[in-house]
């Protein structure tokens, strides 16, 4: 099993604190509302452990994915839960379950990924483009182990930085998730010294 | 009655009569079964990806290449008889409908799986496979039936009961 030291978590953690701050910014200026990010955490699990340690695979959840391209291999997953995908619906005057619901989520997962991608651009030196996102509304555990197994390769390794954002006033939250290759981690440490 | 997840990459197999195999929210994997036609043993593997390419670390069943010839060997350790093998299959959707060509995972991990099971001369009794639906399979062992649920639906026998005689 990879281990990544201490420091090398850190600095992960690090990166995707930057990350999801500058794309609570970018959340913020599209919904017209604050928006509060957690403490995000650096989960590096056994493959198997890993839709277990995000949620209850059978529970409905929205799942919005983009590709990462460019000098580092990832995917960015956003996850809502069904209450949170109909507040975050609602704020932009839409309805969740439609197909306009869904490009507005989309368009969510666009412009948080993009500033979190240029964000760890700009940290990094690595130059990083997120590819258009797709959609499903189904089983966490599907939508999870989809992205998962796209970013397997050959490790049985999961590492996830996830970020909780919460917009300001409401119950509504987004969980925000980068999965990098086994490869994209190493790259991303080594543009750090680590 | 106790149920045993088989998550990403594991495989189990059983002949305790009151165990239940069980993977929840397969999406692109496969979640392949193998029961005995005659007898209580039955076996489930949770494949992620069709091919190891040879680079795969041992012990780790997450290719389809890898999964199919052990959960063989693990059902018919645990009782089964070779030629009575029967084999089902569930999962290997595209979840996401606007999709890369390397989403499209579940149809290839059919494929394979498809391709070791006819290798191993095992044929499939019954699929539910493909499609843009998460699905959750449950096998009971002493009775071999087998249960699926869609995202948004209700659990069905895709496989029902059968008698088991006894063990010789």
Same mark, same amino acid.
């Given at each position: 099993?990879? #281990?990544y /030291? ?27 509302r ?30 919005v ?26 704020f ?10 869904? /490009? ?46 796209? #970013?397997?390769?050959a ?7 996830d /970020?909780?954002?919460?917009?300001e006033? /409401? ?19 080594? #543009?750090?010294?680590? | ?28 994997c ?45 059902v ?7 030629p009575?093998?029967?084999a089902?299959?569930?999962g ?19 494929a ?44 069905h ?5 059968m ?6």
């Amino acid at each position: 099993m990879t #281990r990544y /030291s201490d420091l090398q978590l850190d600095a992960l953690r690090e990166l995707a604190n930057v990350g999801s701050g500058t794309a609570s910014t970018a959340l913020s200026g599209m919904l017209g509302r604050s928006v509060d990010i957690s403490v995000p955490s650096v989960n590096v699990l056994p493959m198997a452990d890993a839709v277990g340690a995000i949620g209850d695979a059978e529970a409905e959840a929205t799942g919005v994915v983009l590709g990462v391209v460019g000098d580092m291999s990832a995917s960015v997953l956003l996850l809502f839960t069904p209450s949170d995908a109909a507040a975050m619906c609602g704020f932009l005057g839409v309805e969740a379950g439609t197909e306009i619901g869904d /490009s507005a989520l989309m368009e969510i997962g666009n412009i948080m990924g993009a500033s979190y991608l240029n964000a760890l651009g700009q940290m990094t030196g690595m130059a990083l483009e997120p590819t258009p996102p797709a959609s499903a509304t189904d089983m966490l555990g599907a939508i999870v182990q989809t992205v998962l197994a796209e #970013r397997a390769g050959a490790g049985d390794i999961a590492l996830l930085l996830d /970020s909780d954002l919460v917009v300001e006033g /409401s119950d509504a939250s987004v969980s925000f998730l980068l999965v990098p290759d086994q490869g994209g981690v190493e790259q991303l440490l080594a #543009r750090l010294g680590l | 009655m106790a149920e045993t997840m088989v998550r990403m990459g594991e495989l189990a197999a059983s002949a305790v009569a009151g165990d239940v195999l069980v993977s929840l929210g397969l999406g692109s994997c496969i979640g392949l079964a193998l029961v005995d036609r005659r007898l209580g043993v039955a076996g489930l593997a949770h494949v992620v990806l069709p091919d190891s390419g040879g680079n795969a670390e041992p012990g780790t069943f997450k290719f389809a290449d890898h999964a199919v010839p052990e959960l063989i060997d693990r059902v018919v350790a645990a009782g089964a008889r070779r030629p009575d093998l029967d084999a089902v299959l569930v999962g290997g959707a595209s979840m996401f409908t606007v999709s890369s060509a390397s989403l499209e995972v579940g149809q290839r991990n059919e494929a394979a799986v498809r391709d070791e099971l006819e290798a191993a001369r095992i044929r499939v009794i019954a699929s539910e496979t493909g499609g843009t639906r998460g699905r959750t399979i449950r096998v009971h062992v002493a009775t071999r039936r087998i249960t699926v649920r869609e995202a948004g639906g209700v659990e069905h026998d895709l496989v029902p009961a059968m008698p088991a005689e006894a063990a010789a």
